[in-house]
Protein backbone atom coordinates (compact mmCIF):
# COMPACT_ATOMS: atom_id res chain seq x y z
CA UNK A 1 0.00 0.00 0.00
CA UNK A 2 2.85 2.34 0.90
CA UNK A 3 4.90 1.80 -2.13
CA UNK A 4 7.21 4.38 -3.30
CA UNK A 5 6.36 6.53 -0.21
CA UNK A 6 8.71 7.60 1.65
CA UNK A 7 9.03 6.23 5.59
CA UNK A 8 8.83 9.60 6.69
CA UNK A 9 4.87 10.13 4.98
CA UNK A 10 4.13 6.56 5.73
CA UNK A 11 4.64 7.26 9.52
CA UNK A 12 3.36 10.43 9.10
CA UNK A 13 -0.43 8.89 7.52
CA UNK A 14 -0.90 7.55 11.34
CA UNK A 15 -1.83 11.31 12.05
CA UNK A 16 -5.14 12.14 10.09
CA UNK A 17 -4.98 15.43 8.75
CA UNK A 18 -8.54 15.96 8.84
CA UNK A 19 -8.78 15.99 12.15
CA UNK A 20 -5.29 18.26 12.20
CA UNK A 21 -7.32 20.55 9.62
CA UNK A 22 -10.38 20.53 12.60
CA UNK A 23 -8.23 21.72 15.13
CA UNK A 24 -6.60 24.39 12.60
CA UNK A 25 -9.86 26.10 11.61
CA UNK A 26 -11.47 26.28 15.22
CA UNK A 27 -8.39 28.54 16.01
CA UNK A 28 -8.20 30.25 12.49
CA UNK A 29 -4.43 28.94 11.96
CA UNK A 30 -3.83 29.43 8.35
CA UNK A 31 -5.14 33.02 8.40
CA UNK A 32 -3.97 34.68 5.41
CA UNK A 33 -1.61 31.87 4.99
CA UNK A 34 -0.26 31.49 1.31
CA UNK A 35 2.00 28.65 1.75
CA UNK A 36 3.40 27.41 5.03
CA UNK A 37 0.05 26.03 6.53
CA UNK A 38 0.20 24.78 9.79
CA UNK A 39 0.51 21.36 8.68
CA UNK A 40 3.56 22.10 6.97
CA UNK A 41 4.80 23.75 10.17
CA UNK A 42 3.88 20.48 11.85
CA UNK A 43 6.10 18.33 9.31
CA UNK A 44 8.78 20.41 10.06
CA UNK A 45 8.59 20.09 13.53
CA UNK A 46 7.94 16.43 13.37
CA UNK A 47 10.65 15.77 11.15
CA UNK A 48 13.16 17.72 13.47
CA UNK A 49 11.85 15.38 16.40
CA UNK A 50 11.87 12.01 14.60
CA UNK A 51 15.59 13.27 13.11
CA UNK A 52 17.11 14.26 16.45
CA UNK A 53 17.58 17.10 14.73
CA UNK A 54 19.85 19.66 17.62
CA UNK A 55 18.16 22.80 16.92
CA UNK A 56 15.95 24.84 14.45
CA UNK A 57 19.01 25.72 11.98
CA UNK A 58 19.91 21.90 12.10
CA UNK A 59 16.39 21.02 10.93
CA UNK A 60 16.53 23.50 8.08
CA UNK A 61 19.47 22.41 6.98
CA UNK A 62 18.95 18.70 6.77
CA UNK A 63 15.72 19.66 4.84
CA UNK A 64 17.66 21.90 2.22
CA UNK A 65 20.01 19.35 1.88
CA UNK A 66 17.13 17.02 0.87
CA UNK A 67 14.55 19.46 -1.00
CA UNK A 68 14.51 18.01 -4.31
CA UNK A 69 12.75 14.72 -1.47
CA UNK A 70 10.43 17.75 0.43
CA UNK A 71 7.89 17.63 -2.10
CA UNK A 72 6.95 13.56 -0.80
CA UNK A 73 7.16 14.31 2.66
CA UNK A 74 4.30 16.68 2.38
CA UNK A 75 6.45 19.80 3.23
CA UNK A 76 7.04 20.92 -0.68
CA UNK A 77 10.14 22.84 -0.29
CA UNK A 78 12.93 23.96 2.56
CA UNK A 79 11.25 26.76 4.23
CA UNK A 80 13.48 29.40 6.08
CA UNK A 81 14.77 29.33 9.49
CA UNK A 82 12.80 32.77 9.88
CA UNK A 83 9.52 31.83 8.15
CA UNK A 84 8.94 28.18 10.82
CA UNK A 85 10.12 30.72 14.08
CA UNK A 86 7.72 33.10 13.30
CA UNK A 87 5.07 30.63 12.93
CA UNK A 88 6.35 28.90 16.16
CA UNK A 89 6.31 32.05 17.68
CA UNK A 90 2.58 33.48 16.55
CA UNK A 91 0.10 30.21 15.73
CA UNK A 92 -1.72 29.56 18.29
CA UNK A 93 -0.22 26.58 20.20
CA UNK A 94 -3.75 25.08 21.42
CA UNK A 95 -4.13 23.90 17.65
CA UNK A 96 -0.80 21.22 18.59
CA UNK A 97 -2.69 20.69 22.29
CA UNK A 98 -6.03 19.75 20.68
CA UNK A 99 -4.39 17.48 17.81
CA UNK A 100 -2.50 15.67 20.53
CA UNK A 101 -5.63 15.04 23.05
CA UNK A 102 -7.17 13.69 19.87
CA UNK A 103 -3.96 11.70 18.92
CA UNK A 104 -4.29 10.38 22.67
CA UNK A 105 -8.24 9.64 22.20
CA UNK A 106 -6.87 7.60 18.99
CA UNK A 107 -3.75 5.70 21.17
CA UNK A 108 -6.45 5.08 23.77
CA UNK A 109 -8.82 3.04 21.38
CA UNK A 110 -6.36 0.92 20.31
CA UNK A 111 -4.34 0.05 23.36
CA UNK A 112 -7.56 -0.28 25.79
CA UNK A 113 -7.05 -4.54 26.45
CA UNK A 114 -3.23 -3.86 26.61
CA UNK A 115 -1.83 -4.32 30.01
CA UNK A 116 2.21 -4.49 30.58
CA UNK A 117 1.88 -4.84 34.25
CA UNK A 118 2.52 -7.58 36.71
CA UNK A 119 -0.74 -6.36 38.81
CA UNK A 120 -4.16 -7.62 37.70
CA UNK A 121 -6.89 -6.04 38.11
CA UNK A 122 -10.07 -5.16 36.00
CA UNK A 123 -10.18 -1.09 36.62
CA UNK A 124 -7.86 1.14 35.10
CA UNK A 125 -4.55 2.06 36.75
CA UNK A 126 -3.54 5.59 36.42
CA UNK A 127 0.10 7.66 37.73
CA UNK A 128 -0.15 11.33 38.08
CA UNK A 129 3.22 12.70 38.69
CA UNK A 130 4.80 15.99 36.89
CA UNK A 131 8.22 16.75 35.40
CA UNK A 132 9.91 19.85 35.55
CA UNK A 133 11.90 21.29 32.74
CA UNK A 134 14.34 24.33 33.76
CA UNK A 135 14.86 27.18 31.03
CA UNK A 136 17.27 30.60 31.35
CA UNK A 137 15.83 32.91 33.61
CA UNK A 138 17.07 35.79 31.41
CA UNK A 139 15.43 34.40 28.07
CA UNK A 140 11.74 32.49 29.45
CA UNK A 141 11.59 35.20 31.53
CA UNK A 142 7.35 34.58 31.52
CA UNK A 143 8.15 30.73 33.10
CA UNK A 144 7.99 31.73 36.59
CA UNK A 145 9.61 29.09 38.76
CA UNK A 146 12.36 30.13 41.31
CA UNK A 147 14.05 33.94 42.10
CA UNK A 148 17.06 32.48 39.91
CA UNK A 149 15.80 30.26 37.27
CA UNK A 150 12.62 29.75 34.71
CA UNK A 151 10.91 26.19 34.38
CA UNK A 152 7.91 25.09 32.82
CA UNK A 153 6.36 21.46 34.04
CA UNK A 154 4.12 18.94 32.67
CA UNK A 155 1.91 17.12 34.63
CA UNK A 156 0.79 14.20 33.15
CA UNK A 157 -2.08 11.28 33.84
CA UNK A 158 -0.23 8.29 32.31
CA UNK A 159 -2.38 4.95 31.57
CA UNK A 160 0.10 2.71 33.83
CA UNK A 161 -1.41 -0.63 31.97
CA UNK A 162 -0.86 1.08 27.81
CA UNK A 163 2.35 3.18 29.00
CA UNK A 164 -0.51 5.97 26.87
CA UNK A 165 -0.84 9.57 28.73
CA UNK A 166 -4.54 9.83 29.55
CA UNK A 167 -4.07 13.68 29.81
CA UNK A 168 -1.46 16.29 30.10
CA UNK A 169 -1.40 19.59 31.28
CA UNK A 170 1.43 22.11 30.96
CA UNK A 171 1.80 24.61 33.22
CA UNK A 172 4.47 27.69 34.48
CA UNK A 173 7.35 26.17 37.35
CA UNK A 174 5.95 27.55 40.29
CA UNK A 175 2.53 25.94 39.65
CA UNK A 176 2.45 22.92 42.87
CA UNK A 177 2.09 19.77 41.56
CA UNK A 178 -1.59 19.29 43.37
CA UNK A 179 -3.72 21.27 40.74
CA UNK A 180 -2.94 19.06 38.27
CA UNK A 181 -5.87 17.33 40.44
CA UNK A 182 -8.38 19.56 39.22
CA UNK A 183 -8.09 19.27 35.78
CA UNK A 184 -8.33 15.62 35.60
CA UNK A 185 -11.99 13.55 35.92
CA UNK A 186 -11.08 9.57 36.48
CA UNK A 187 -13.61 6.93 35.54
CA UNK A 188 -15.45 5.03 38.21
CA UNK A 189 -13.53 1.80 39.96
CA UNK A 190 -9.92 3.07 38.36
CA UNK A 191 -7.30 3.39 40.53
CA UNK A 192 -4.62 6.53 41.03
CA UNK A 193 -0.98 6.02 42.32
CA UNK A 194 0.78 9.21 43.28
CA UNK A 195 3.38 10.67 45.58
CA UNK A 196 3.22 12.76 48.71
CA UNK A 197 3.35 15.53 46.96
CA UNK A 198 -0.46 15.28 46.15
CA UNK A 199 -1.56 14.86 49.40
CA UNK A 200 -4.39 17.27 50.10
CA UNK A 201 -7.46 15.64 51.75
CA UNK A 202 -10.21 18.22 50.57
CA UNK A 203 -8.77 16.72 46.89
CA UNK A 204 -8.29 12.69 48.01
CA UNK A 205 -12.01 12.96 49.27
CA UNK A 206 -13.30 14.06 45.96
CA UNK A 207 -12.02 11.44 44.52
CA UNK A 208 -13.19 9.08 46.83
CA UNK A 209 -17.14 10.66 46.64
CA UNK A 210 -16.06 9.85 42.94
CA UNK A 211 -15.24 6.21 43.86
CA UNK A 212 -11.94 6.33 42.61
CA UNK A 213 -9.29 4.29 44.49
CA UNK A 214 -5.92 6.35 45.40
CA UNK A 215 -2.75 4.98 46.36
CA UNK A 216 -0.20 7.50 48.12
CA UNK A 217 2.79 8.17 50.08
CA UNK A 218 1.95 9.14 53.59
CA UNK A 219 4.03 12.23 55.30
CA UNK A 220 5.76 11.92 58.27
CA UNK A 221 3.85 14.75 60.24
CA UNK A 222 0.45 13.63 59.63
CA UNK A 223 -1.65 13.30 62.81
CA UNK A 224 -4.33 9.95 63.13
CA UNK A 225 -5.23 7.39 65.39
CA UNK A 226 -5.30 3.83 64.64
CA UNK A 227 -9.10 2.62 65.12
CA UNK A 228 -8.05 -1.40 63.71
CA UNK A 229 -5.43 -3.73 62.49
CA UNK A 230 -5.78 -6.18 60.50
CA UNK A 231 -3.44 -9.82 60.81
CA UNK A 232 -0.16 -9.43 58.67
CA UNK A 233 2.47 -11.73 57.85
CA UNK A 234 5.80 -9.58 58.38
CA UNK A 235 7.70 -12.02 56.38
CA UNK A 236 5.95 -10.57 53.38
CA UNK A 237 7.19 -7.44 53.63
CA UNK A 238 4.25 -5.95 54.96
CA UNK A 239 4.65 -4.42 58.76
CA UNK A 240 1.16 -3.61 59.77
CA UNK A 241 -2.39 -3.11 58.08
CA UNK A 242 -4.36 -0.32 59.69
CA UNK A 243 -7.85 1.47 59.69
CA UNK A 244 -6.77 5.06 60.62
CA UNK A 245 -8.95 8.16 61.50
CA UNK A 246 -7.30 12.08 60.85
CA UNK A 247 -7.16 13.63 64.07
CA UNK A 248 -6.54 17.25 62.61
CA UNK A 249 -9.50 18.98 62.97
CA UNK A 250 -8.85 20.75 59.68
CA UNK A 251 -8.16 17.93 57.99
CA UNK A 252 -10.93 15.74 59.19
CA UNK A 253 -13.36 18.00 57.65
CA UNK A 254 -11.71 17.56 54.78
CA UNK A 255 -11.36 13.78 54.40
CA UNK A 256 -13.87 12.81 56.76
CA UNK A 257 -13.83 8.89 56.47
CA UNK A 258 -11.56 6.52 57.42
CA UNK A 259 -8.05 5.47 55.49
CA UNK A 260 -6.15 3.13 55.38
CA UNK A 261 -2.60 2.95 56.72
CA UNK A 262 0.07 0.12 55.23
CA UNK A 263 3.81 0.03 56.23
CA UNK A 264 5.63 -2.03 54.08
CA UNK A 265 9.77 -2.75 54.13
CA UNK A 266 11.14 -3.10 50.47
CA UNK A 267 13.76 -5.96 50.74
CA UNK A 268 15.15 -5.20 47.46
CA UNK A 269 16.25 -1.06 48.66
CA UNK A 270 16.42 -1.83 52.66
CA UNK A 271 13.46 0.98 52.68
CA UNK A 272 10.54 0.94 54.91
CA UNK A 273 7.56 2.80 53.05
CA UNK A 274 3.61 4.02 54.16
CA UNK A 275 1.55 4.28 52.05
CA UNK A 276 -2.76 5.64 52.46
CA UNK A 277 -5.41 4.54 50.49
CA UNK A 278 -9.16 4.59 50.71
CA UNK A 279 -9.06 0.88 48.69
CA UNK A 280 -10.09 -1.67 51.96
CA UNK A 281 -10.37 -4.55 49.67
CA UNK A 282 -7.22 -5.10 47.66
CA UNK A 283 -4.80 -7.33 49.88
CA UNK A 284 -1.59 -4.91 51.55
CA UNK A 285 0.42 -6.49 48.86
CA UNK A 286 -1.40 -5.38 46.08
CA UNK A 287 -1.17 -2.19 47.46
CA UNK A 288 2.42 -1.70 47.86
CA UNK A 289 2.70 -3.55 44.31
CA UNK A 290 0.16 -0.83 42.93
CA UNK A 291 2.70 1.68 44.21
CA UNK A 292 5.73 -0.23 42.97
CA UNK A 293 3.51 0.56 39.55
CA UNK A 294 4.43 4.07 39.62
CA UNK A 295 8.04 3.72 38.03
CA UNK A 296 6.32 3.57 34.60
CA UNK A 297 5.96 7.50 34.50
CA UNK A 298 9.44 7.89 35.62
CA UNK A 299 10.59 5.94 33.00
CA UNK A 300 8.08 7.97 30.06
CA UNK A 301 9.56 11.21 31.73
CA UNK A 302 12.93 9.67 31.26
CA UNK A 303 11.89 8.45 27.50
CA UNK A 304 10.48 11.64 26.32
CA UNK A 305 13.57 13.97 27.53
CA UNK A 306 16.30 11.55 26.83
CA UNK A 307 14.13 10.67 22.98
CA UNK A 308 12.70 14.10 21.95
CA UNK A 309 13.45 17.39 21.76
CA UNK A 310 11.77 19.26 24.74
CA UNK A 311 14.92 20.05 26.95
CA UNK A 312 16.14 22.15 24.52
CA UNK A 313 13.72 24.66 22.77
CA UNK A 314 13.48 26.69 19.25
CA UNK A 315 12.26 29.85 20.19
CA UNK A 316 12.02 31.57 23.35
CA UNK A 317 7.92 32.69 23.62
CA UNK A 318 5.61 30.76 25.70
CA UNK A 319 3.85 30.18 22.36
CA UNK A 320 6.94 28.31 20.98
CA UNK A 321 7.90 26.32 24.22
CA UNK A 322 4.24 25.39 24.25
CA UNK A 323 4.12 24.27 20.43
CA UNK A 324 7.04 22.36 20.74
CA UNK A 325 5.93 20.60 23.44
CA UNK A 326 2.65 19.33 22.29
CA UNK A 327 4.36 18.68 18.52
CA UNK A 328 6.93 16.34 20.76
CA UNK A 329 4.52 14.67 22.64
CA UNK A 330 2.37 13.95 19.24
CA UNK A 331 5.59 12.49 17.83
CA UNK A 332 5.65 10.03 20.81
CA UNK A 333 2.04 9.03 20.25
CA UNK A 334 2.22 8.69 16.55
CA UNK A 335 5.22 6.01 17.10
CA UNK A 336 2.92 4.02 19.46
CA UNK A 337 -0.03 4.34 17.14
CA UNK A 338 1.93 3.37 14.50
CA UNK A 339 3.44 0.58 16.48
CA UNK A 340 -0.07 -1.24 17.68
CA UNK A 341 -1.70 -0.67 13.80
CA UNK A 342 1.50 -2.51 12.21
CA UNK A 343 1.85 -4.83 14.66
CA UNK A 344 5.63 -4.62 15.95
CA UNK A 345 7.76 -6.25 17.99
CA UNK A 346 10.25 -3.46 18.30
CA UNK A 347 10.33 -0.96 21.14
CA UNK A 348 9.68 2.50 20.96
CA UNK A 349 12.94 3.02 21.18
CA UNK A 350 14.23 0.74 18.38
CA UNK A 351 11.23 1.86 16.34
CA UNK A 352 12.43 5.60 16.79
CA UNK A 353 16.11 4.85 16.10
CA UNK A 354 15.74 3.21 12.93
CA UNK A 355 13.34 5.66 11.60
CA UNK A 356 15.76 8.63 12.20
CA UNK A 357 18.39 7.20 10.05
CA UNK A 358 15.42 6.26 7.02
CA UNK A 359 13.07 8.96 6.93
CA UNK A 360 13.80 9.20 3.16
CA UNK A 361 14.13 5.85 2.35
CA UNK A 362 10.93 4.34 0.31
CA UNK A 363 10.75 0.97 2.10
CA UNK A 364 7.66 -0.06 2.94
CA UNK A 365 7.59 0.33 6.99
CA UNK A 366 6.01 -3.54 7.19
CA UNK A 367 9.04 -4.31 5.80
CA UNK A 368 11.65 -2.11 7.11
CA UNK A 369 10.81 -3.40 10.80
CA UNK A 370 11.30 -7.20 9.59
CA UNK A 371 14.75 -6.71 8.84
CA UNK A 372 16.25 -8.11 11.54
CA UNK A 373 19.92 -7.50 10.42
CA UNK A 374 18.82 -3.66 10.62
CA UNK A 375 17.43 -3.90 14.41
CA UNK A 376 20.31 -4.61 16.36
CA UNK A 377 19.60 -1.27 18.28
CA UNK A 378 19.69 -1.15 21.52
CA UNK A 379 18.72 1.84 24.06
CA UNK A 380 21.30 2.84 26.20
CA UNK A 381 20.74 2.46 29.87
CA UNK A 382 22.13 4.61 32.33
CA UNK A 383 21.05 3.39 35.86
CA UNK A 384 18.16 1.31 36.51
CA UNK A 385 15.01 3.52 38.22
CA UNK A 386 14.76 2.25 41.54
CA UNK A 387 11.06 0.50 41.97
CA UNK A 388 9.94 2.75 45.07
Same mark, same amino acid.
Not at 42 to 64: A, E, I, P, Y
Not at 81 to 104: P, Y
Given at each position: ???????F?????F????????C?????????????????Q????????????????????????Q??????????????????????????????????????????????D??????????????????????????????????????????????????????V????????????????????????????????????????????????????????????????D???????????????? *?? #??????? /??? +??? @? !? %???? &??????????????????????????????????????K?????????????????????????I??A?????? *?? #??????? /??? +??? @? !? %???? &????????????????????T??
Open positions: MNEGKMVSQLMDASDDIFKRVQRYNGNYKVKDFSCWKFLCMTFGQLTHRQSLSDTVLCMKLNDKLYHLGIGRAFDKSTISRANESRDWRIFRDFGLKLIEQAKSLYGENQLDVKLKGRIFALDSTTVDLCLSVFWWAKFRTTKSAVKLHTLLDLKTRIPEYFISEGSVHDINALDYMFLPRGSYLVMDKAYIDFSRLWRLTCERVNFVLRAKDNMQYKVTARRKVKKTGVLCDQTIELTSK *SR #SKKYPKK /LRR +IRY @F !D %KETG &KTFIFITNNFKLSALTIAALYKCRWGIETFFKWIKQHLIQTFWGQSENAVMTQIWIAISTYLIAIKKKLNL *SQ #SMYEILQ /LIS +ISA @F !D %KTPL &KSLFANEKKLDIKEQLSNQLLF
